[in-house]
Structure formats: structure tokens, C-alpha cells
């Protein structure tokens, strides 16, 4: 799995690309790790437009960020979640715990303020 992070706004925008999966989660987390220590209340959003699959290690992981973020009191976000992903998400109940949002532009906007 591939992922790229970009900057925008003071939002670390983070698009993994594959599956989410096995070693893979632990790829996702060690991409995300630097956005949270860089930061005293990390914004990040997870786009995951080119994800086609993730299991329940790929969970754990972003769930490991989102604690690590929330201790610093910062905020995540997620966009582009197709239905496979969002399913997961809502049958594990852990929708609740990522601020959704239907665009980047409107993530990026909500997050930054």
C-alpha cells in the first residue's frame, strides 16, 4: 500500500491507496504517526477515495490514531468512504468517532477552523 500526505491549511491530508489490510495497517500507521508527534493538536484527514478494502487490523490502526490524536486534543476526519468501508465502520459502531464529510474542500474548511 501506498500512502501520500500533503499539507493544506494546516490539515495533514493523508490517501492511502489499496487495501487496508495486514501489514498494510501497520504501513497506514507509521505514515500517520508523524502527522500527530509534528503537531500539539493534529487535524488530519483521511481520504479514502482509492481504498477499496480494509479489515479489522486496518481498523485497529486508525482507531490507534484517532486515540493518539484525541490525547492531543486534535481532530480526525474522513472523506470519500465507500460503502464496503463505511458498512465496517457502523457495524464495529465506530462511526461515531471520525467527523465524516462529503468533500475535501468542506472537510479541509471544517477542520482548519
Known amino acids: 500500500m501506498i500512502t501520500k500526505i500533503r499539507q ?3 490539515i495533514a491530508i493523508v490517501e492511502p491507496n489499496g487495501k487496508i489490510m495486514g501489514p498494510a495497517s501497520s504501513e497506514l500507521w507509521d505514515a500517520i504517526l508523524p502527522q500527530i508527534e509534528t503537531s500539539d493538536a493534529p487535524r488530519i484527514l483521511i481520504n479514502f477515495e482509492h481504498v477499496n478494502k480494509i479489515d479489522s487490523s ?3 490502526a486508525l482507531m490507534v490514531a484517532r486515540s493518539a490524536i484525541a490525547r492531543k486534543k ?3 476526519g474522513v472523506v470519500n468512504v465507500g460503502k ?6 457502523v ?3 465506530l462511526a461515531s468517532l471520525f ?3 462529503d468533500s475535501e474542500d468542506a472537510a479541509v474548511s471544517a477542520l482548519a477552523a
Open 99 to 101: 467527523e465524516h464529510f
Open 91 to 93: 457495524l464495529s459502531r
Open 84 to 89: 464496503q468501508i463505511k458498512n465496517l465502520i
Open 8 to 10: 493544506q491549511n494546516g
Open 58 to 60: 486496518g481498523l485497529g
Open 74 to 76: 486534535g481532530r480526525v
